[in-house]
Nanobody
Framework: QVQLVESGGGLVQPGGSLRLFCAAS????????MSWYRQAPGKERELVGR????????NYAGSVQGRFTITRDNAKNMVYLQMNSLKDEDTAVYYC?????WGQGTQVTVSS
């Protein structure tokens, strides 16, 4: 059974930074690409970015390109989302995703 547990969310001022964590279990972690999604209030869930199993290919949504960085540590079954230069519109619940499995999400609120 695949389990994904996100953490690291919180309240941050515009221009600030946060690092999100996703711990995975029940899966051959390095074999699969991992994704981060987010869902803002009243909006559909959207893809933030995706990292390949080896961690050598990463793609981002245009809205976060240059500000967010996704990395992974296959030895620890962890994937990370480093978020810099945060904006009000980055406020959302952030989810980790792999092969039709979702974590519970972690809330990120950007506000002064």
């Amino acid at each position: 059974q695949v389990q994904l547990v996100e953490s690291g969310g919180g309240l941050v001022q515009p221009g600030g930074s946060l690092r999100l964590f996703c711990a995975a279990s029940g899966i051959s972690f390095s074999s699969f690409a991992m994704s981060w999604y987010r869902q803002a209030p009243g909006k559909e869930r959207e893809l933030v970015g995706r990292i390949s199993g080896a961690g050598d290919i990463v793609n981002y949504a245009g809205s976060v390109q240059g500000r967010f960085t996704i990395t992974r540590d296959n030895a620890k079954n962890m994937v990370y989302l480093q978020m810099n230069s945060l904006k009000d519109e980055d406020t959302a619940v952030y989810y980790c995703y792999v092969r039709a499995n979702w974590g519970q999400g972690t809330q990120v609120t950007v506000s002064s």
